[in-house]
């Protein structure tokens, strides 16, 4: 995978996320509370600066009652 295609990735899941978060009306402290994750990690992804794991992009999924699929939908925009 091309480095521009990583960075690509992570706007998209960035743009997601935070397109998410707000259907659920929710702030990042209280995604971070019902994920199981740190504020500063909502910050960093919803800006698209850092790496993620998957089982936190389960937990972000689970607690967006959404999926990790659908984090990474390129077709959404928020």
Do not use: P
């Not at 899941?13 to 994920?35: D, G, I, P, W």
């Not at 850092?50 to 928020?78: K, M, P, Q």
């Amino acid at each position: 995978m091309a480095r521009r295609d990583i960075y690509a990735a992570r706007h998209v899941l960035a743009r997601n996320l935070r397109r998410l978060r707000r259907a659920q009306k929710m702030t990042q402290e209280q995604l971070a509370n019902v994920a199981g994750l740190r504020q500063a990690l909502i910050s960093e992804l919803e800006s698209g600066k850092l790496d993620v794991r998957i089982d936190t992009l389960s937990r972000l999924a689970i607690a967006l009652d959404s999926s990790v699929a659908e984090l990474f939908d390129e077709a959404r925009r928020g």
